[in-house]
């Protein structure tokens, strides 16, 4: 697994620790989460938009 440091403000780092304690997750399963979900929502919308994924698209 890699690392990720990130610089956040007092309230974002707040909001993470509260939405973390209501799904019972570590910041970091909820960080996870959250990017989980929304890389899912990308591929869904590309799939229904019929995009690529690869790298043959850019450019």
């Known amino acids: 697994m890699c690392s990720l ?3 956040a403000d007092r309230s974002l780092l707040e909001y993470i620790k509260e939405r973390a304690r209501r799904n ?4 970091n399963r909820e960080i ?3 990017f989980r979900d929304l ?10 938009l019929g995009k690529q994924s ?6």
């Open 39 to 48: 890389q899912k929502k990308e591929k869904a919308s590309d799939i229904a």
């Open 24 to 27: 019972d997750r570590s910041m």
């Open 5 to 7: 440091t990130i610089r």
């Open 54 to 59: 690869d790298a043959s698209d850019s450019e």
């Open 32 to 34: 996870q989460a959250v």
